[in-house]
C-alpha cells in the first residue's frame, strides 16, 4: 500500500485514480450497464455503485460523528464478515440510476471526499486516532488509511475489472 507524507499527496492521488476510473465507463451505454460476464464479477453498474457506497459511508462515518450520534462500522446491520450483502445493498441503492447519473454520482463523491479531505490538518489525517471511527477497530488505522483502502485502491482495482469487462464485450 502507497504511504503518503502529506494531504496533498493523498488528494493528488485520490484524483487522479478516480479519474482513470471513471473515464473507462465512456463509452458505455445504458443497455450494457447491467450486463455481467463470465470471468467480471462485477456489472459496470455495480462497479460505480460500489465506489458510491463506500465513499459515502466513509463521509457518514464523520457527519454522525461530529453530530453527536453512534457510528457503526461498516454500517447499521452489517458486520465486518458480513460485506457481501453490504455491498448487495450499494447496488440495489443505485440500480435504478442511469449510467450516466451514476458517473455524475460517482464524481461529486469525488469532489466531496476532497472537500471532506481539505478540512482536517495533517495530525488528524495521518495519525491514530484522527477519529473515534476511524479507532473503531482493533487497526486503528489512520484516517488517511481509511480512505485510501476505500477509495484509491478500489479505483485501481476496478478499474482493471471494468477494461476486462470492455475486452469481453467486444469479443
Not at 484522527?130 to 485502491?153: D, E, F, L, M, Q
Request: glycine share 6%; hydrophobic share 40%; with cysteine.
Amino acid at each position: 500500500m502507497q504511504e503518503y507524507t502529506n494531504k496533498d499527496m493523498l488528494i493528488s492521488e485520490i484524483t487522479r485514480t478516480a479519474n482513470m476510473f471513471i473515464t473507462e465507463f465512456e463509452g458505455i451505454t445504458e443497455a450494457e450497464k447491467a450486463i455481467r460476464f463470465e470471468g467480471v464479477d462485477r456489472t459496470p453498474q455495480e462497479m460505480i455503485s460500489y465506489q458510491l457506497g463506500w465513499m459515502e459511508l466513509i463521509l457518514s462515518w464523520d457527519r454522525d460523528e461530529l453530530a453527536g450520534k453512534e457510528v457503526v462500522t461498516p454500517a447499521p446491520g452489517f458486520k465486518w464478515n458480513q460485506l457481501g450483502g453490504l455491498y448487495q445493498s450499494f447496488y440495489d441503492r443505485y440500480q435504478d440510476k442511469s449510467i450516466t447519473e451514476l458517473r455524475d454520482l460517482f464524481n461529486t463523491y469525488v469532489e466531496a471526499v476532497i472537500k471532506w479531505l481539505q478540512c482536517f490538518n495533517e495530525e488528524e489525517l495521518f495519525s491514530p486516532g484522527g477519529r473515534n471511527w476511524a479507532a473503531s477497530t482493533p487497526s486503528n488505522w489512520p484516517i488517511w488509511k481509511w480512505v485510501h483502502i476505500n477509495t484509491v485502491a478500489p479505483f485501481k482495482s476496478f478499474r482493471s475489472k471494468i477494461r476486462k469487462w470492455k475486452k469481453m464485450r467486444s469479443i
